[in-house]
């Protein structure tokens, strides 16, 4: 960072300040997380620059030793993290990985199951706004209305009415485990192959604390910077199989050159995730998500599918009559960052949606456990009573700095 100062100060002093941003809030945006930092020495090291088109000993560029090593052992560490039978660690981002999939195994127009984004689903799983809303013939599933679970008898009444050739299941606001079994077991009644897109979960798979869609699904992707804690980019696993098909489709289908520091960054965030230490810290994720839930009900809170088993919390903000919007503006003030968010069934506009998410990843992270846990929940609650009171928020500010003086990020 020193040359960084004197030859662009502008963006140096850009980095100083969201450095200071990151120690000085709590970050409670459940997709997030605080990577070590060797991984995001990886992630800036000379592999950002090499051109290696293609796969280890099948590249299109000359002089790629050191890459053909670095993917291999990412492969290797991937493939051994999460028992899979083959891993493609090339994708760019979650979504890159999902259209790779989509178009490794279907042709426009093919009908694919997933769930509604507004339900808990994801953008790239054939949302409207999504382009690959165009490109394939889409239908919705969500969960129950008085459960607020996944509605898998529905599922099953939906594929045999539609014959998808894929169902999708994996979900970005979603707290609840999901029936994997049930869901391979529908997918195959209908002869669909079955994809899991599991970006927000993969930590907590990797750690073997909630159950794994790896040896129920065709295809399994993921991002490696939420739960998983590395730094931003994605992940296919696949059955053997469907080993050719996937690769082709991420180079040259989907993508170019890949990002061998990315690469690079993923090599080392599965060679910690496969620590001892990991799955404690994964087990800690789900306790801190499970008190914050508990924490809030005691406050009067409405928790979709009332709580928790994995690392999000979704509060159901109408009967309070606050928009998820305040919400966030409200906490973001105080220093507290997390996301409004639709919850099922809310007619509310996209930016205003009713609910507001909040993850545990990150504050875990830190090192904070059930008092901290508690601590935060207080702040939201009396920013949430008082969410216009500008002098509240400067003032939970303070507070929420002292705390994070205690939890130094991740060294
Ligand atoms: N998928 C988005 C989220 O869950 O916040 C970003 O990764």
Known sequence: MALLSICDPQIDALIRNEEKRLSETIDLIAAENHPAPAILEALGSVFAIKAAEGYPAARYHAGCDQADALENLAIERCRRLFGAEHANVQPHSGVAANWAVYFAVLQPGDRILAMRLSHGGHLSHGATASATSRCFSWAHYGVDPESEVIDYAAIEAMA?????????AGASAYPRRIDYARLADIAAGVSALFMVDMAHIA????????????????????????????????????????????????FPGCQGTPALNMIAAKAVCFELAAQPAFRARQQQTIANARRMGRALEKRGYRL?????????????LRPRGIGGDTAEKALADAGLFANRNPVPFDDAPPGRPGGLRLGAPAITARGMGPEEVDQ?????????????DLALRRSVREEVSALCRRFALPS
């Open 304 to 316: 979709v599918s009332g709580g928790t088993d994995n690392h999000l919390v979704l509060i159901d």
């Open 203 to 250: 930590g907590l798979v990797a750690a073997d604390v909630i159950p794994s869609p790896v040896p129920h699904a065709d295809f399994v992707t993921f991002t490696t910077y939420k739960t998983l804690g590395g730094s931003r980019g994605g992940v296919i696993l696949c059955r053997e199989k469907f080993r050719p098909a996937i690769d082709r489709s991420v």
């Open 376 to 388: 935060i929940v207080e702040w939201i609650d009396r920013l949430l009573r008082h969410p216009q």
């Open 160 to 168: 045999a009415r539609i014959r998808p050739q894929m169902l999708v």
